[in-house]
């Protein structure tokens, strides 16, 4: 069974448009993410809930959105797609916030033409 | 946050040792050092986390001198499949927020 899975892998769209990306996650952990990976590697954090609470929002546009139904589940929202969204996101989950054990999905490459 | 220094890339061969350096010179006095390996279209994985001097798994070792300003990842015999990104993070252990994984050391064993 997938810990952490991804829906869809990926995802091409035109700018403008909205789009949704889904995470499950089947570890029972309290606490899930989403990552932003650019075309250099650089992967940087964007949001973290933890028992269904945001708990990190870094400096991210407000069209994105994440939304959490659940513990098993981040979903990710976004408005109005500019070319500069285009990237891979990864979602992860973890046990508390500890570095350490956070499982990671297998990312969705979004790209926005 | 601790700001961390990676070479961009190295390359190895089969059977080698491989020991990737990962510079640190803000650490704080709770922050903890881990790294992740990334293969090609999948997500970062958990490799080691170390606070000081050194600790192993079955799949690396991690040195870390006293004054905690840099660590080693030592990648034991690699072989072709150890060909990925790695990533040297450091933060405190109870914060995620301190999760910016960089670009990364990207290693290529060649055969």
């Known amino acids: 069974d997938t810990a952490v899975s991804q829906t869809p892998k990926y995802l091409v769209t035109q700018m403008g448009n909205d789009k949704s990306i889904k995470c499950e996650q089947n570890l029972g952990h309290d606490t899930m993410y989403w990552y932003k990976q650019d075309s250099k590697k650089f992967l940087k954090i964007m949001f973290s809930y933890n028992n269904k609470e945001l708990i990190i929002n870094e400096t991210v546009p407000n069209r994105f959105s994440p939304k959490s139904p659940d513990k098993a589940h981040l979903n990710l929202h976004i408005n109005s797609l500019e070319l500069g969204d285009s990237a891979v996101y990864f979602c992860?989950?973890?046990?508390?916030?500890?570095?350490?054990?956070?499982?990671f999905g297998p990312g969705t490459r979004l790209t926005v033409l | 946050l601790a700001k961390t220094t990676q070479p961009i890339s190295m390359d190895s061969y089969e059977g080698q040792e491989v020991n990737i350096t990962c510079s640190h010179n803000n650490i704080a006095t709770n922050d903890y050092i881990t790294w992740y390996q990334q293969f090609p279209s999948q997500g970062p994985r958990f490799i080691i986390q170390?606070?000081?001097t050194k600790v192993t798994n079955e799949v690396a070792s991690l040195f870390i001198p006293a004054d905690r300003k840099s660590s080693t990842l030592s990648l034991p015999r690699v072989s072709l499949s150890d060909t990925a990104v790695y990533y040297c993070l450091v933060g405190d252990k109870g914060s995620a927020r301190q999760l910016t994984f960089g670009s990364g050391t990207q290693l290529t064993v060649l055969p």
């Open positions: 170390g606070y000081k």
């Open positions: 992860a989950s973890s046990q508390g916030t500890s570095v350490n054990t956070q499982y």
